[in-house]
């Protein structure tokens, strides 16, 4: 069974904070995405990741950046939280021989910026 | 030209009738149209999905209908039941290679028992 898993399900942190949201997946996926889902926004994609070390910014990139350091593990950094960033996050991936194109999500991190 | 619209934002169904969710696109090079179901508590799920070479493609009590010349596509569930309440967002993407999805804005559907 296919797994994308969210380290944290709901986190508070402070305005300036410094934010780390990590994904973990099981399925060997090359690709993986971070979203931001909002009421009556949708999901928004922030960035996404086609290999180890590659990263592309998404449609709204400001504020935060990623890592990618080993292929199962995506990482959301937020440098100075600011309360705008307070959001549902959520991590997908997807494998790029996929023609489909399938994206297997995570449960979410609801994130809480004071 | 990168826009998915989804509409209604919000609907309420009595059991056993009909949820019809519609959405439009403006990218022309879209030719990938998937449909993901979240509950709460959980991320989004592919449900169902279609290409433009067929106009309508249906999974069990779902069907996705698809107007290519209208660039519109639309999500009906028949016989919906209280199960089937969560919120369901439309996508679209380009078919070949990598290319991300574009995601509407989402419909939160209750049916009621």
């Known amino acids: 069974d296919v797994k994308v898993t969210q380290s944290s399900r709901y986190l508070v942190k402070r305005t300036g904070e410094k934010v780390f949201l990590e994904c973990v997946q099981d399925?060997?996926?090359?690709?993986m995405f971070w979203y931001r889902q909002d009421p009556g926004l949708g999901l928004r994609l922030i960035y996404f990741s086609y290999d180890v070390k590659m990263k592309e910014k998404g449609d709204i990139p400001e504020g935060y950046s990623v890592s990618r350091e080993k292929k199962e593990r995506f990482s959301l950094i937020l440098e100075s939280a600011s309360t705008n960033q307070t959001s549902m996050y959520l991590c997908a991936s997807s494998f790029s021989g996929e023609v489909k194109n399938i994206q297997y999500f995570g449960a979410g991190t609801r994130l809480s910026v004071l | 030209q990168q826009q998915v619209k989804q509409s209604p934002q919000s609907l309420i169904v009595q059991k056993g009738g009909i949820s019809i969710i519609n959405c439009a696109y403006e990218n022309t090079a879209f030719d990938y149209f998937p449909w993901y179901q979240q509950f709460p508590g959980k991320g989004p799920a592919l449900l169902i999905a279609?290409?433009?070479?067929?106009s309508e493609k249906k999974e069990g009590r779902f069907t996705i209908s698809f107007n290519k010349s209208a660039k519109q596509f639309s999500l009906h569930i028949m016989d919906s039941q209280p199960g089937d309440s969560a919120t369901y967002f439309c996508?679209?993407?380009?078919?070949?290679?990598?290319?991300?999805?574009?995601f509407g804005t989402g419909t939160r559907l209750l049916v009621s028992p």
């Open positions: 279609i290409r433009p070479d067929v």
């Open positions: 996508a679209a993407s380009k078919d070949t290679g990598f290319q991300k999805l574009v």
């Open positions: 399925m060997d996926h090359e690709n």
